[in-house]
Nanobody, 125 residues
Framework: QVQLVESGGGLVQAGGSLRLSCAAS????????MGWFRQAPGKEREFVAT????????YYADSVKGRFTISRDNAKNTMYLQMNSLEVEDTAVYYC??????????????????WGQGTQVTVSS
């Protein structure tokens, strides 16, 4: 099992930047594919970005491609989401997630087994 804790959310003006972190505890972090998902008020949860267990492969939703960067540091058991050029439409609760023995590609469309509690990101105009 793995436990996930997000941090780094907050209030930022449109065009600004934030970096989210997801700290993992438990066993074998480097064997989990990881991802970021978000849920805006009144909307379904959606995929934002995923990263393979090694960090080599990454995938992004079209809406964030070129603005967000997902990364991980397996030595620190931590995943990151660097968010630049934030837009009002990026306002949501952001969740990190983990899935054992899967690919970053597949993780885009499944419901991962492990979730953090979420961190609020609010972008003002």
């Amino acid at each position: 099992q793995v436990q996930l804790v997000e941090s780094g959310g907050g209030l930022v003006q449109a065009g600004g930047s934030l970096r989210l972190s997801c700290a993992a505890s438990g066993r074998a972090f480097s064997t989990y594919a990881m991802g970021w998902f978000r849920q805006a008020p009144g909307k379904e949860r959606e995929f934002v970005a995923t990263i393979s267990s090694s960090g080599v492969s990454t995938y992004y939703a079209d809406s964030v491609k070129g603005r967000f960067t997902i990364s991980r540091d397996n030595a620190k058991n931590t995943m990151y989401l660097q968010m630049n050029s934030l837009e009002v439409e990026d306002t949501a609760v952001y969740y990190c997630a983990a899935e054992l023995s899967t690919s970053a590609r597949r993780m885009r469309t499944i419901s991962p087994d492990y979730w953090g509690q979420g961190t609020q990101v609010t972008v003002s105009s």
